[in-house]
């Protein structure tokens, strides 16, 4: 049985708005805890770590608070041999150092005015994504900020990586994605200045390759991107900085609904000038599930973000872009298929019933054709997510869903983990941490893959909190520099 976890509720107080308090209060230690109780069985083929990055403020805000704000901290689950070690620790950005040094928030956030405040920059926090890649761990941003270079296994902040001395200021969009085969890393990057984008590769020692301009035709927030064998596709949506906001040193989001969604295929090493564009229906799009040629198509399957619409049909642009400025997700999976040789692009909902985000897959796949998909149910509530679910992407078709509780039990985002001989591409695990808000619990929770609605075969009961948060991702122990058994995968 398990018991409720002890957790501040408002550390810092109320006034700087619901995204810093209750389910999405920070934990204020660092901890490492093994021994921990644990229901069912941890798997013995189970080994490699899941990590989840997330907001966590260390100190009182400045003003108004946005997730995007908060210092970003690992929650690292390291599953060996049937064993289970827990970690958690704040990137040590340079503006966590900053702060650490002062003994106080130093930053502004997304949600303040930064004009006249140049002496005090906003917060460049790698609170998104984490993901594996040269042998660590790699912090992100969604605004496109430094990428940290972290040890997946101890979670100390190695280095803020420039990946080989870039031109200053530029940096890594939230979700980099690694080709696993060939080891290396697929970015872009973006500002609010022309040409709005740029696109690199960094090669599997961590040096940067390949980095060229990307012109859009005005500033835009994409979010996500994919990969293929051969290509990069790249997003630049309806979504975009209000110019006079910008000006005036704020951040408001506008949506354009007509103008078309469009996906750029360029080739992996390729030049600007050989990216081909592909228009289709105005949407925004948080995430990519995965990417992969077939002849001469290359195909996105993603969670497309549904527009707000009015009662008459059309597009409300005004809570479309609420919507995405808060964080809310009325996703549909969507499949596009871009053709490079007739230059035609076709698109179709999956699967129409399930609000379904943040995606997992199995990443061995990575650019190749995968079919089996691991995401979260949705609720209109910024994310608190209540339960996962496996999709087949070729059909569209749910494969099995789990929750302990729609109303009140929220889960990270889960990540698939192959067992250490894969037989199929679904043989494996789902890690996700679980967060049952009413009986005051938390647990980390392993499900079998192929069979997703038989619930956990392992809970393990957590007397630490894990605040709602952001992405994850799972590393094998060959993708780990310094993985303490070497004879394990
Ligand atoms: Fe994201």
């Known amino acids: 049985m398990n018991a409720p976890f002890k957790h501040s509720d408002a550390p810092f107080g109320h006034e700087h708005g619901p995204m810093i308090t209750g389910t999405f209060a920070p934990v204020l230690e660092e901890v490492v805890l093994t021994d921990l109780p644990v229901t069912g069985k941890i798997p013995s083929d189970l080994n490699g770590v899941y990590l989840r990055n997330g907001p966590n403020p260390r100190f009182k805000p400045k003003g108004a608070y946005h997730p995007f704000d908060g210092d970003g901290m690992l929650h690292a689950a390291q599953f060996k041999n049937g064993q289970l070690t827990y970690r958690n620790k704040w990137v040590r950005t340079e503006g966590w150092n900053a702060n650490n040094a002062k003994g106080e928030e130093t930053h502004w956030g997304i949600m303040s005015t930064l004009k006249g405040r140049e002496d005090m920059p906003m917060a460049d926090v790698a609170n998104t994504d984490v993901i594996g890649h040269a042998g660590k761990a790699v912090a992100t941003w969604y605004l496109a900020g430094k990428a940290y270079l972290i040890d997946p296994i101890t979670l100390e902040t190695t280095e803020a990586a420039d990946y080989g001395n870039r031109a200053p200021g530029h940096g890594v969009s939230a979700h980099p994605k690694v080709d696993e085969v060939t080891g290396e890393m697929m970015f872009f990057d973006y500002f609010d200045h022309a040409p709005y984008m740029a696109y690199g590769v960094v090669d599997k020692e961590g040096k940067l390759v390949h980095h060229v301009p990307i012109e859009l035709p005005g500033n835009r927030l994409p979010h996500d991107m994919g990969i293929s064998e051969n290509y990069s596709i790249l997003h ?16 408001k989001i506008r949506f354009n609904g007509s103008m078309p969604a469009r996906f750029g295929v360029i080739p992996r090493f390729g030049q600007s000038d050989e990216i081909k564009w592909f ?8 995430h990519v599930i995965n990417c992969w040629e077939e002849g001469d198509e290359v195909v996105m399957v993603a969670c497309r973000f549904m527009p707000v619409k009015n009662e008459d049909g059309t597009i409300d642009e005004h809570r479309t872009a609420k919507t995405i400025a808060h964080l ?31 995606p997992s897959y199995n990443t061995s796949l990575t650019g190749r054709k995968s079919r089996y998909a691991y995401l979260v149910d949705h609720n209109p509530n910024t994310l608190h997510w209540i339960g996962i679910r496996k999709f087949d992407t070729d059909t569209g078709e749910s494969l099995g869903n789990w929750t302990d509780g729609p109303k009140d039990c929220w889960y990270s985002e889960p990540w698939f983990a192959p067992a250490d001989n894969p037989q199929s591409e679904d043989h494996g695990y789902v890690i996700t941490f679980m967060r049952d808000e009413k009986l005051g619990k938390q647990e980390l929770q392993v499900f079998d893959a192929l069979n997703i609605s038989h619930g956990p075969i392992a809970r393990v009961e957590m007397p630490h909190a894990i605040p709602v ?11 780990i520099e310094n993985w303490p058994d070497n004879s394990i995968g």
Do not use: I
Request: glycine share 8%; aromatic share 14%.
């Open 469 to 479: 948060g952001f992405h994850a991702c799972w590393m094998k122990p060959n993708q």
């Open 236 to 251: 630049d949506l309806p979504v975009y900085h209000d110019e006079d906001a910008l000006a005036a040193g704020r951040h």
């Open 328 to 358: 809310g997700m009325d996703a549909r999976l969507w499949r596009y298929r871009m053709n490079m040789k007739t230059g035609e692009g076709t698109e179709e909902c999956l699967n129409a019933e399930h609000n379904c985000e943040f």
């Open 279 to 286: 228009e289709f229906s105005p949407c925004f799009l948080y």
